[in-house]
């Protein structure tokens, strides 16, 4: 507790620091304010944004976004991404994905698909992130041909080329194969996974091995174990020191 008592003292006096009119600073504090849990502190640094600038970038809207749902604001958030729509001057999916993955993380699998439709009725363009999350929606239903469709789309976007699929939501998929008696698709799969840029990564190694699937699921169980050990607290104090 102590420590996230201190990162707010440093955020307070970051902010008094802002000079000029550069935007970098508040995406910041937005993201370090969302971080330590301080929702009235979130939305005082938006208002103060939005009074100081007449268009906010979509790196702002990301980072009060993905602060609140963080937060488990979801009320709030939806409302910025229609507000956010109304304004952007670009599109970009990972402001949207943000919403897709707090429904999947809170098991609304209806809802990540009606949002997916009214965010590609909007004008959205999905990334391989987007069609990432869709597959887990639909691997939480037990759909396999629906999760393979939206992880082939996913390999085919046009930004793939710098996307890396978690291994621990293949594996997801491929203990469903296994569940379901569908080989051929886990087959898919696996041939998508030995293209190059993901055949020599040590995580998808794993997957693609001769092992059994469940034996695969274990060990990429393992591999992602490992990197879930930070302390939580000093990360986010080392981020509030070193931002400004």
Not at 43 to 62: A, D, E, T
Not at 202 to 219: F, G, Q, V
Request: proline residues 4%; negative net charge.
């Amino acid at each position: 507790m102590e420590l996230f008592e201190k990162a707010q003292e440093c955020l307070k006096k970051a902010e008094g620091r802002i000079l000029g009119r550069d935007k970098v600073p508040f995406h910041y504090l937005l993201s370090l304010y969302g971080s330590v849990g301080n929702k009235d502190e979130v939305y005082r640094v938006w208002n103060n944004y939005k009074s100081m600038f007449p268009s906010i970038p979509n790196l702002g809207y990301h980072a009060i976004i993905s602060s609140l749902v963080r937060m488990d604001d979801i009320e709030g958030a939806e409302k910025l991404y229609e507000e956010w729509v109304s304004v952007r001057p670009s599109d970009d999916s990972r402001i949207g994905n943000l919403l897709i993955s707090w429904y999947l993380k809170k098991g609304k699998s209806d809802k990540v698909f009606s949002f997916f439709k009214h965010m590609s009725e909007g004008g959205g363009c999905p990334n391989s992130t987007t069609w990432e999350l869709l597959s887990e929606g639909h691997i939480a239903e037990k759909r396999v041909s629906e999760a393979l469709s939206c992880l082939e789309k996913a390999f085919m976007t046009s930004d793939s080329k710098s996307w890396k699929p978690k291994p621990i939501k293949l594996a997801a998929f491929l203990k469903l194969c296994q569940d379901e008696d569908d080989m051929e698709s886990a087959k898919v799969l696996i041939e998508l996974l030995r293209k190059p840029g993901y055949h020599n990564d040590e995580a998808y190694a794993a997957l693609i091995s001769k092992d059994e699937p469940s034996n695969r699921t274990e060990r990429i169980d393992d591999v992602d174990s490992e990197n879930m050990d930070d302390d939580d607290s000093q990360v986010l104090f080392s981020q509030v020191d070193s931002s400004f």
